[in-house]
Each structure stands twice: as C-alpha cells, then as structure tokens.
C-alpha cells in the first residue's frame, strides 16, 4: 500500500491582516503519514518566492523521512515585501517513490510599506491620490484598431485600489504619425461618494490626465 501524507487540521491557514514592515510570518503546519509505508520527501515548492519551506530547526524540508503513523512538522514562511493586498500563496511537498503530493496554503491582507507603495504607484496626482502610471505607449495603429490598458489609482489614506480600463481607438479626424494623446480618467460613479472622501480639492478641480503615446498610420 502506497503511503500517503494528510494534513492535520486545516490545509489553509489565514495570517489576517498583516503589515509589510513588521517582516516575515510563519505558519507550522503538521503532516501525518496515515499510508504503511516510508514516505520520503523528495522535492518543495511553492506558487512563489515569498514564501518559502523548512523544518522547525529551519532545515531544507526534502529528505525528511516520515515512519507510517508518525507526524512531522513543516514551518512555511512567508515574506511579504512587495505583496500589497490581499495575497494566497500554496505550498506543495512531493513525497514517495509515486511522487505524490499534499498542499498548504496561507491566505490574508497585507497592508504595503510606505516604501513599496511609492514604488508600485510612482505618480502623485495629491497627498491622497497616486498612479500606477500616467503614461502608455501603444505602438503603431491603424485607424479602427483597438487598444485597452489600465490604471491602478491608490487611495492613500485606506490603500483602497482601484483598476480603471483605458480604451484608445484612432479614427478618420486622429492625425497620423507619432502622437502624444492627452487622456483623460474618470472614476465611476459607484465611488464618486468614496473618491470624494479620497481625493483633494485639488485632484478633484480638474480631470486627471494620462499620456498614451501612439504612432497612428
């Protein structure tokens, strides 16, 4: 009979809100070897490279050997540097000489570093509202041809995010050649209400402008 390792308990545990700047968390979770057999850990990974795999010691996790009814302990740890928002990261260990595999995951909020927000959203609009970019370049296009990008807008105070689709479509009257188009973003009515808690007297005074760079044939 093929061994087989279980997660006790849960196989996803939720780290809450957490803050960029307090480091690395770490979550043990505890496996059980519920097959007759050896299982031999052969390889780890996981969905990505913030978060990463060991022992309680702090040891590599593969070639950990787990006797049928015994339980081993697997500590993931996860960094949250550059992972605004809310984040769910999977671990996976292969064991035996049938490669199979059991997975964990760790789910919650992470609240950005001042440091990161800066980076991910480098256009101030005001002291309350940021940009993911206020510029695009869109290559060559042809009249009637379509293009869509999008923005991220930051609210700073609560970090609230909002995608704003930009759609850009030359016509017969657009002047061909390299053309720098002065678009302008507007937020839907759905959040007016919260973007005017949001954005300064002077954001609000006049429409934010993005540049869509574009050669038009």
């Not at 704003?164 to 209400?193: M, R, V, W």
């Amino acid at each position: 009979m093929l061994d087989s390792l279980i997660v006790i308990g849960l196989a996803t545990a939720s780290l809450g809100t957490i803050q960029e700047a307090d480091g690395t968390r770490d979550h043990t979770f505890w496996l059980r070897n519920a097959g007759q057999e050896v299982a031999v850990v052969q390889q780890c990974y996981t969905s990505c490279g913030c978060t990463t795999i060991s022992t309680l010691d702090g040891n590599r996790f593969e070639g950990t050997s787990i006797q049928p009814g015994d339980s081993a302990a697997v500590m993931l740890h996860f960094n949250p540097r550059g992972k605004g928002g809310e984040f769910e990261e999977r671990a996976t260990i292969v064991y035996g000489t049938a490669r199979k595999h059991v997975s964990m995951s760790l789910t919650g909020n992470c609240i950005s570093s001042e440091e990161s927000l800066l980076r991910q959203f480098p256009v101030r609009v005001s002291d309350k509202v940021r940009l993911s970019t206020d510029r695009f370049d869109l290559g060559i296009m042809h009249v009637g041809e379509t293009k869509e990008r999008g923005v991220v807008v930051l609210f700073v105070d609560d970090q609230r995010q909002l995608r704003i689709p930009i759609s850009f479509t030359p016509d017969a009257n657009t002047p061909k050649g390299l053309q720098h188009i002065a678009y302008p973003l507007s937020l839907p009515a759905s959040t007016s209400e919260a973007a005017s808690n949001s954005v300064s007297s002077e954001a609000t005074s006049a429409p934010i402008i993005i540049t869509l760079d574009v050669i038009v044939r």
